[in-house]
């Protein structure tokens, strides 16, 4: 093990419980450990606070009076390592999240490798994806393409220079706080990576189908507040994840319902157009068992996602703040 000034960490939670006590001793039992690592905690009623100082992290609490968001629990986060010694770097991990052993070290390497790299993320992977369904999906989400990316994830290594130029995440959202971020970033000529790595093991925690729902209605939120920050082009940023939705789950609803009011009961038949998408979905993913069960839920996703986006959309008209979606 070998400790290190060059790397700070910030760790976010609310009521992790043993999860949050895995991370922080895997975190202590990484080949290169931070020097200071920072827990910041959303109105925990679980012992989470106790916890932490037990184990040697500095603890920030934040004020319950302000909505609690990931995005301004990071930013603390941040704020506490700035107080101290700066370091280089700083490792964001989520308090359901284990780091590997060689990760915080082979992050900090290929950062000192590539200087135009302010981000660079691995391989996160579920615990338990056999628990249920949802915990599967979640498992294939992480695994995305090697090379250089659009956007990362809750867990991330950075550059502390590159989150300076543009000012840290934007504490008002509620969801899609890393993939803004990565557009403003990208935005300044930095670069975000995903390396061929394993990273960290994430508890979902997701065994029902409300979870899953609220999950997916998050995720549209994420996208139509990122579309109306991003959306034009180049960027785009979430305009393909809200107009799926909204295809999937107004348009072409609405459209049924028209064809019945002028063509009768016949042009109900149009529902087929569901089944279909997901023969399709599944045959492009390989066919197999996985495939179906991922295609089938990506497609009533889209309903939750739907209502996300709509959500949204009526806050922003309303002049209200939206609340934040949490499935656990």
């Not at 700070?8 to 992790?16: P, Q």
Request: proline fraction near 4%; glycine fraction near 10%.
């Amino acid at each position: 093990m070998i400790k290190t000034s060059e790397i700070g960490l910030v760790a976010i939670g609310r009521n992790e419980g043993q999860r949050l006590i895995d991370c922080l001793e895997a975190i202590a039992a990484s080949e290169v450990v931070p020097e200071r690592v920072v827990y910041v905690d959303s109105g925990s009623t679980d012992g989470s606070v106790a916890e932490a100082r037990a184990r040697g992290a500095e603890v920030v609490e934040l004020d319950t009076a302000r909505p609690f968001t990931a995005a301004r629990a990071r930013n603390a986060g941040l704020a506490a390592l700035r107080a101290g010694e700066r370091p280089a770097l700083v490792q964001f991990v989520d308090g359901d999240c284990a780091v590997r052993p060689d990760w915080i070290g082979t992050a900090r390497d290929f950062l000192r490798d590539n200087p135009k790299a302010a981000v660079v993320c691995g391989r996160r992977r579920e615990r338990f994806p056999e628990a249920s369904v949802y915990n599967r999906l979640a498992d294939t989400e992480w695994d995305t393409p090697v090379g250089r990316a659009k956007a990362c994830g809750g867990d991330a290594m950075m550059r502390m220079d590159a989150l300076e130029t543009v000012g840290d995440y934007d504490p008002t959202l509620i969801a899609g706080e890393e993939p803004e971020l990565c557009v403003r970033l990208r935005g300044q000529g930095w670069e975000v990576w995903r390396i061929d790595a394993e990273m960290v093991l994430h508890d979902a925690a997701m065994t029902r189908f409300s979870q899953f729902w609220k999950r997916m209605r998050r995720g549209g939120h994420a996208y139509a507040e990122g579309a109306a920050m991003h959306g034009t082009p180049p960027e785009r940023h979430g305009m393909r994840g809200r107009n799926s939705a909204l295809l999937w789950a107004v348009a072409i609803p609405a459209l049924i319902l028209l064809t019945v009011s002028i063509f009768g009961p016949w042009a109900l038949l149009g529902v087929v157009v569901y089944p279909l998408q997901i023969a399709r979905i599944a045959r492009k993913g390989g066919g197999d068992r996985a495939a179906w069960e991922r295609a089938t839920f990506l497609l009533i996703g889209k309903f939750a996602e739907a209502r996300g986006v709509v959500e949204y959309h009526l806050n922003a008209l309303g002049g209200r703040r939206a609340r934040l979606i949490e499935y656990k």
